[in-house]
């Protein structure tokens, strides 16, 4: 399973939506205090994504603007700019633009036509060809296997910022809504019309910054078949953090697990030797609080920090025959059952041959291994 960076949305919206007006001049939005957050953050992370619209519209340098900051990169290793990304289908992109000739290396992803027209006329950047089309999950692949990249933060537009949420591939939304108002329809909106998370974000935080407020939203809805979406992973760390609350054992897994809907409501959670009951399994105890039939189990996600049971000594029926029995037709694990209780267990295997959708995350595998550390390989 490919992994990808974390994606942080940023972007600062006027009181009705906009992200700029329709001038020449870029607007304004944040605060002074604001572009210093922004600034810091830049200086967190490994990469910077703008697309092409937002070179052409506001001709941005997108540095780390503080010495200090960058100083501090390059104290702990890293370059002193993040690495500038920009995404161009067309490859029409302006070679005297300030992008190119300011802060550290630079790369462009674009189409085969669009690497065809870079070619004929470049810009001084490393230019990736992904196919026909341009592919988010390639793209973020790439960034994260050969750049590098594992935090990315992405400045805009609207049309990246629509496509990463609407695909979801955003871990983040750190959103500025600003006091005052644009009021042309002809202005770019943050969010265009298409297919978002039919549930609510999860609101991390708010913060005051001078006039302006600071947003952060986590998405919620679970990913769809076997490609995963940032709320699948970050709800796979929810059971990961569930399975460490389990009282220890030495004849048992630790294990946490929660089921979410498709909409990213969370329906009930659950660990090993939950309320003092010895036996009971993390997603037998998290599918024990909602009702049988609830329509909503047939589209829900389950998350469990070890892979479903298949065979279990304590009781008659294991996780797996429950998820099946409960209509659950998704489930995302971290970690395959060794053969420390039962041999060759295969609970993945198992619920696949039922047709249930299962994807394995190994990179949380270490955290799912964690409450477990006292039981032999
Ligand atoms: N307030 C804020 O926080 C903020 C931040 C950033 C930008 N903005 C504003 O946002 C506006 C620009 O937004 P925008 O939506 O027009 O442009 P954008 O999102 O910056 O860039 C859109 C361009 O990116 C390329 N692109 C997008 N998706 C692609 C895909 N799947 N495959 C290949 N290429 C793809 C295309 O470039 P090609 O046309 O070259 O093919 C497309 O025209 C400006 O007015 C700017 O001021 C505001």
């Given at each position: 399973m490919p992994s990808y960076p974390y994606v942080l949305l940023s972007a600062a919206v006027s009181l009705d939506g906009y992200l700029d007006d329709t001038t020449p001049e870029r607007l304004l939005l944040s605060s002074p205090a604001d572009f210093d957050r922004v600034d810091e953050v830049r200086a967190s992370v490994d990469a910077i994504l703008i697309g092409a619209g937002t070179i052409r519209a506001d001709n941005p340098r997108l540095l780390v603007n503080s010495a200090e900051r960058r100083a501090a990169r390059v104290a702990s290793g890293r370059p002193e700019y993040p690495l500038k990304v920009t995404v161009s289908a067309s490859g029409e992109l302006d070679p005297t633009a300030n992008f190119w000739h300011t802060g550290g290396e630079k790369i462009v992803y674009t189409t085969e036509k669009g690497a065809e027209r870079l070619r004929r006329e470049p810009v001084a950047a490393d230019v990736v060809?992904?196919?026909?089309?341009?592919?988010?999950?390639?793209l973020l692949r790439h960034l994260r296997e050969v750049r590098g990249v594992e935090?990315?933060?992405?400045?805009?537009?609207?049309?990246?910022?629509?496509q990463l949420l609407q695909q979801g591939l955003a871990d983040e939304l750190q959103l500025v809504l600003a006091p005052l108002f644009v009021g042309d329809p002809d202005a770019p909106r943050l969010f265009g019309p298409g297919g978002y998370q039919g549930g609510r974000l999860r609101?991390?935080?708010?913060?005051r910054i001078?006039?302006?407020?600071?947003?952060r939203y986590e998405p919620t809805a679970p990913g769809a078949g076997?490609?995963?979406?940032?709320?699948?992973?970050?709800?796979?760390?929810?059971?990961?953090?569930?399975?460490?609350q389990c009282p220890p054992s030495q004849t048992a897994f630790s294990v946490g697990a929660v089921v979410v809907a498709a909409d990213g409501t969370e329906l009930?959670?659950?660990?090993?030797r939950e309320d003092?009951?010895?036996?009971?399994?993390?997603?037998?105890?998290?599918?024990?609080?909602i009702a049988p039939g609830d329509p909503r189990l047939a589209s829900a996600t389950v998350y469990s920090s070890l892979e479903p049971c298949t065979r279990r000594a304590s009781r008659p029926v294991p996780c797996a025959r429950l998820i099946l029995e409960a209509g659950?037709?998704?489930?995302?694990?971290?970690?395959?059952?060794?053969?420390?209780?039962?041999?060759?267990?295969?609970?993945?295997?198992?619920?696949?041959?039922?047709?249930?959708?299962?994807?394995?995350?190994?990179e949380y595998e270490d955290r799912a291994k964690a409450p477990n550390g006292h039981l032999p390989d």
């Open positions: 060809a992904l196919g026909t089309e341009l592919d988010w999950r390639g935090r990315l933060m992405v400045e805009g537009g609207g049309t990246i910022h629509t609101l991390l935080e708010t913060r001078e006039d302006v407020v600071l947003m076997d490609l995963p979406a940032a709320a699948d992973r970050h709800w796979l760390a929810l059971a990961c953090e569930l399975a460490a009930a959670r659950g660990y090993s003092g009951d010895p036996a009971v399994h993390a997603e037998e105890a998290a599918l024990a609080k659950v037709r998704r489930v995302v694990t971290a970690w395959r059952e060794p053969d420390t209780f039962v041999a060759g267990a295969d609970g993945s295997g198992m619920l696949a041959g039922e047709g249930v959708q299962v994807v394995v995350l190994p």
